[in-house]
């Protein structure tokens, strides 16, 4: 094992788009956009060593080591540092926030220059395409002109995906995992349910609630919703079970009598202290929209991308299951796509992107290795 | 096909239990208690014709035919009936309400006689258990000493195997559809998502809104939430897909853009004009508590049955998969009792019990034949 990375900052880019205002996929104009962005490692010479991790719908740019004083590291710590799978002693690994979140970048809570108050649902719609488009800049802006790899779970695989198509000349290699080219009925129906009981809460205002009471109870019933797609039946069912919540017999009340209950209303509580509920809207609503065979069928599109590709699904992912990821894979075999595909055995659900890290740190290093070699 | 049953009633029978009031699981006590009740058919001579139909979460005891001037049907209309599966040309069916729920039993919408008031959240916690100890007031009362059969689907299933175990002597059989000996901690999950949003909603008021505004917004997305849960991944994609509502193409907004969308919002709206969200709490509540084997292991509970047993699931159904009824299978079989199952293949997920009418009128006639020769 590595090194802790120490004293990690998150860092702001902000970019008024040529010619002034980034044009969205919606033919909406913004800007100027800043992204949130954190770096590990260091960027090589003939910088070549760039991996762009992209994060999911509650995620943000703090993927690796601790802020300075924090006792929680980044997200997907056990995954980026000195000898862990993406090695920052080998590779400069970046991670950029979307646009559209709440954690540093411009989106629905930032000010909007026209008005002086926050944007709220004056904030234009955007979707996965206009957050690679974004992207792009910061990447331009550190001076990369090609990735050695753009790496993401769930959302963040929409993205790495979406970059491969829209910057084809930009991207040697792309590792998704755990997603999807586009979501089904259920997915987006997931989805609608946690916006409607986000907006079913009065105190979501039509989103203009900064400065007020935030809309905490209905996006506290979209996380636990959320919660339970993320893990597996079978893992909710080791760790919980029918076990009751500090007592021995049922109190036949509406109070907590499961720990499962217990567990999500806690789940629910603690997002609404860091995430902003018309965040959750935007970019829940940007995933429903995302189908990267929007403009042709699969084939034709993956056809058009440069990049190798690493696949990876879970057994138990019932979220995104395996054959969402195994129709990447076989329109990419069909475009005689270099294309590396494993469905790792896991017990738990969506959420083993984040914790499978035994099964992904075994496929990863040799593979961006590979990559890197080929660049050479 | 058979004719339609028309001019159908819903009658309510009203017991002061003895000593007056229904001591219920939870120790607390309740009376009088009412049961709407509906009934098809006639009872023969020797009462030994009657079939005990249970309904789900937010049925009702109007199972089959036409109240007068309605256009719509009984919710298990296509199944009862003369030369239907439950044929009412030989048997006597008789539909009866859950105690705890709102249309036309007892429940948290009535008025508790003490105050002259709505009991709100003063209703005590009724169980499945409580449900069934209320039906055999109402079995009593129509003079009938043992059912011929006792059937349901989803919470119906689970009130037909409680009334073997509860009350063996009265049962000849039961047919249990796509039901569970207790809920899982997922299956739990979701009933706790859709309570706390419910809860959520500020004019729930602590269940004090009789008379008030309802929380149509809490039921509604609970309702959503359930939605999604009863029809299986593909049929909802075979259905909805992506399929756009009344438009050729996205309208970069926070309308219903996809037609899963609408109907998700549709299905909320009518919910709140049919069922109290208080009832819904309770019954989703019931189903949870809900656990069969709970004074000892599921072999042993069975072992002191004295029924007969059709078990049906149905391949899609995710929310009560085909494993939790082969558990009651293997443990009826190891307790060496007259057990049938069958796995019907469908696609309809959970909703299969409601709408896969053929597979299920194949195989419930020969065997209500088969159980009432041997009664004879």
Redesign the interface.
Known sequence: MGKELLNVKTQYYTFAAPPSEMIL??G?KIGPVTLAYETYGTLNKDKSNAILVLHALSGDAHAAGFHDGDKKSGWWDNMIGPNKAFDTNKYFVICSNVIGGCKGSTGPSSVNPKTGTPYG?QF??VTVEDMVKAQKHLIDHLGITKLLNVVGGSMGGMQALQWTVSFPEAVSSAIVIAASV?????Q???N??A???I????DWQGGDYYGKTVPS??L??AR??G??TY?S?DS??E????KLKGKKS?T???SS??E??GY??HQ?DSFVQRFDANSW?YIS?AL??F?LAERGNLVSVLSKTKASFLIISFTSD?LYPSEQSKEIVKALKISGKDVTDIEINSNYGHDAFLVEIEGQSKIIPPYLERIFKRTK
Chains 1, 2 share one sequence.
């Open positions: 996929k919606s909406e649902l234009p719609i586009r979501h089904t009925a259920q987006i129906a997931f609608e349910v916006r409607q009981a907006m079913a809460d009065p109870r209905g506290s019933v636990m919703i919660h339970i893990m039946k909710m069912e760790k919980f079970g029918r049922l036949y009340d509406f009598d499961f499962v209950e999500l209303r629910g809207l609503k429903d929209y189908n019932w």
